[in-house]
């Protein structure tokens, strides 16, 4: 099975910063990866798939990058909606599996 | 616009079988292009995938439920369902459905999620 870890696992920001999330594969996944948000009480809500692309209606200011096993999630400058926790999941090969998230708080 | 809704028993007892249906609306269950999947959330932890199954009825399984989950299609209903027993509290979670689209393998559509409590 391939682990995902995801670091950090919080981090505080402000509005205006840039956010960068890192995601490493314990083995190659190419770029089969995906980048979910969710907010408390809320279902995840798809960001980035295949690593770098932007699902559709999900503002520019996310954008993924990285193959292999390491990947990073950024947002250039943050919105106050922003503030939630991040998630990524290999969909490379079953098992699917997720990051254990990264909490985006407000500093 | 696809819409995806849980329901079922929001309690049920140690050992026995819970069962949750996901009514997909806005769009056929039976396209060739999707697969349906179960995802769970224990209270206040992470994302863990239980399972799919394909259109045609391909089915695969995460290994720590594998012996006791199953994954099912009802295209006369529109619904998929999921199924697993002998439960215990580890297995109390909030069980979402989620479609995974045409790019990336990724899951684009998800339901707002139930909140399934194991306990006597």
């Known amino acids: 099975d391939i682990q995902m870890t995801q670091s950090p696992s919080s981090v505080s920001a402000s509005v205006g910063d840039r956010v960068t999330i890192t995601c490493r594969a314990s083995?190659?996944?190419?770029?089969?990866l995906a980048w979910y948000q969710q907010k408390p009480g809320n279902a995840p809500k798809l960001l980035i798939f295949a690593a770098s692309s932007l699902q559709s209606g999900v503002p520019s200011r996310f954008s993924g990058s990285g193959s292999g096993t390491d990947f990073t999630l950024t947002i250039s400058s943050l919105h106050p909606e922003d503030f939630a926790t991040y998630y990524c999941?290999?969909?490379?090969?079953?098992?699917?599996?997720f990051g254990q998230g990264t909490k985006l708080e407000i500093k | 616009q696809l819409h995806l809704q849980e329901s079922g028993p929001g309690l049920v007892k140690p050992s026995e079988t819970l069962s949750l249906s996901c009514t997909v609306s806005g769009g056929a269950i039976s396209s060739r292009s999707y697969y349906w999947a179960w995802i769970r959330q224990p209270p206040g932890k992470g994302l863990e995938w239980i399972g799919t199954m394909s259109y045609s009825g391909s089915t695969d399984y995460n290994p720590s439920v594998k012996s006791r989950v199953t994954i099912s299609l009802d295209t006369s209903k529109n619904q998929f369902s999921l199924r697993l027993n002998s439960v215990t509290a580890a297995d109390t979670a909030v069980y979402y459905c989620?479609?995974?689209?045409?790019?990336?393998?990724?899951?684009?559509?998800w339901g707002q999620g139930i909140l399934v409590t194991v306990s006597s």
């Open positions: 083995q190659g996944i190419s770029t089969w």
């Open positions: 989620a479609r995974r689209g045409d790019h990336g393998r990724a899951y684009d559509y």
């Open positions: 999941q290999q969909t490379n090969s079953f098992p699917r599996s």
